[in-house]
């Protein structure tokens, strides 16, 4: 869908829509649905714990979840990125072997992880928890981990025979089916652990179905580990980055666990995870599109391509973040409550904080592609680990002393320091990001009487926040459109996004003239 976008506006005429290109479009139009449905899944959850089990339940849940989170990477060892790195365009036997020898790895480690989750599972309910009551519900994390290391590798088996229609409809399944259990044992009041137990069992169910398909495309083997050490040469590297970046998003959670209590886990949590989703939604579909689109671009020798990708993915992303950040923190109150209860109040004090750290990390994320295609590697974990660093230092300092606004105000900073860091780097390799800063202003502008209207409207309840959110969009299109901050090639495509998207797959035609038309 957003490629699609992109694709029609780079100012480069002569790109022609292949075949490959609009497979390219499809493929990354299902993937990008399918990683909404998942994002919706997590968000869905907050109002079914919030409200049935409340914020010390939803709290220790979370807690589980980023424990879980923590011990992935070292229970998958980044197999699934090996998988989409070295399975494609192998013959059938070659194929059996990799997904056979590394299937014993990945149940190796993770049982391994599971047995560490077991052999702690006291010092995490005392420390973390503050209560041995939760116990049984650590254990049964570690079979959880087990089960959902291995589904995960499974169904990115799938992806990397490029079989995107099913594994996007897979992932859409299974966060239908993860939502639709939870629901059920919680209402029949099996509580967290009935709710953990329900997700372990859609684990097993989905693992099953996903290697008896696996048997009937090509079968398994007595593995012989012929290609282990290349496949674990390119995905154990991968683990610092991923720990990195859970540092970053998880581990204040930890750290307010242990000064605060659980409660106070899931009150920051549930906030958290609003405020992502509210420029989330907008900002992770074109995160999904850009890295395959400026990677063929640059593969092309078409580093000017390349470069205007990242520029307009940049742009288009700002033009919904920033006045949804100004939107959401005026509405925070009103939401909030819709979604959880009143306990979760007192959470209203991180929000403007995390959608302002979140539209630096995206920023961010979209920028740091130029290092992906300079192969600076290195430079990215570098970066990721000195911000990883800065969030615990930063975290330890902060909470104990000002509580949730702390852990908000940490990831602030982290995020603010990653994006400069990225930002400094494309400088001195000579690969200019041309950030267009007159679009910004003007964005600001527009977002900011979008807010007074807002504000004067004064919404109190859900119907009043769909109204003033409805009558704020209008103001802030109107605005950008009158200002020229987007010309008329630019709306009518991003007035597509939501209201024609097959525009993206069969406008071959159209997306040639929008390219001519770009700019004038």
């Known amino acids: 869908m957003l490629l699609g ?38 968000f869905i959850f907050i109002p079914i714990f919030s409200k049935l089990i409340g914020a010390t339940g939803f709290g220790v849940w979370v807690q589980i979840m980023v424990t879980v989170n923590m011990l992935l990477p070292l229970a998958i060892l980044g197999t699934d990125a090996s998988f989409m790195r070295f399975l494609p365009g192998k013959d059938k036997a070659s194929i059996r072997e990799d997904v056979s020898s590394m299937s014993i790895i990945v149940l190796v480690f993770s049982l391994l992880s599971g047995l560490a989750i077991f052999a702690f599972s006291k010092f995490l309910c005392v420390n973390f928890l503050k209560s041995v009551e939760y116990i049984d519900l650590v254990r049964l994390s570690a079979v959880f981990l087990t089960t959902f290391s291995l589904k995960e590798l499974f169904i990115k088996y799938f992806r990397a025979m490029n079989k995107i229609l099913l594994y996007s409809l897979f992932l859409v399944i299974e966060s239908f089916v993860s939502i639709l259990v939870v629901i059920i044992m919680i209402m029949l009041k099996y509580g967290i652990f009935g709710a953990l137990l329900s997700v372990t069992v859609m684990n097993v169910v989905f693992l099953v179905l996903y290697l008896i398909l696996i048997l009937r495309d090509v079968g398994f083997c007595r593995p012989k580990f012929l290609n282990i050490r290349s496949y674990l040469h390119y995905s154990v590297p991968l683990i610092p980055m991923m720990w990195f970046l859970w540092v970053s998003n998880s581990f204040d959670r930890y750290l307010i666990g242990y000064f605060l209590g659980p409660k106070e886990v899931g009150i920051y949590a549930a906030c958290y995870s609003i405020s992502y989703f509210a420029v989330g939604i907008f900002a992770s579909p074109i995160l999904v599109v ?61 929000v403007p904080f995390i959608l302002m750290g979140y539209l630096f990390y995206i920023v961010g994320a979209l920028t740091e592609n130029v290092t992906l295609l300079f192969k600076r590697t290195r430079v990215s974990l570098a970066m990721y680990g000195v911000s990883a660093l800065l969030n615990i230092f930063l975290n330890i300092l902060l909470i104990p002393r000002i509580g949730l606004l702390g852990a908000a105000i940490s990831t602030f900073i982290t995020f603010l320091v990653l994006m400069l860091a990225i930002i400094i780097f494309t400088i001195r390799i000579k690969f200019f990001i ?14 900011f009487i979008m807010a007074l209207f807002i504000f004067f409207f004064k919404p109190d309840s859900a119907l009043q926040s769909i109204q003033a959110v409805f009558i704020g969009v209008v103001v802030y299109i109107l605005i950008m459109v009158l200002s020229k901050g987007i010309n008329k090639t630019e709306f009518n495509y991003i007035r597509d996004i939501f209201f024609n998207w097959t525009v993206a797959i069969n406008g071959g035609s159209d997306a040639k003239k929008t390219t001519e038309s770009f700019g004038k």
């Open 434 to 447: 041309g950030y267009d800063y007159i679009f910004i202003f003007k964005s600001v502008f527009a977002s």
């Open 5 to 42: 976008l992109f694709l029609s506006v780079i100012k480069h005429d002569f790109i022609p829509m292949k075949d490959i290109y609009k497979k390219l479009v499809k493929n990354t139009i299902f993937v990008g649905f399918a990683d909404l449905a998942v994002k919706l899944k997590y």
């Open 290 to 350: 850009v890295a395959p689109m400026v990677t063929m671009f640059w593969n092309e020798n078409d580093k000017e391509a390349a470069r205007e990708v990242i520029n307009r993915s940049i742009k288009f992303a700002l033009f919904f973040m920033i006045p949804s950040i100004l939107a959401f923190t005026l509405l925070a109150k009103p939401i909030i409550l819709l979604i959880t209860t009143p306990d979760f109040i007192k959470g209203i004090i991180i």
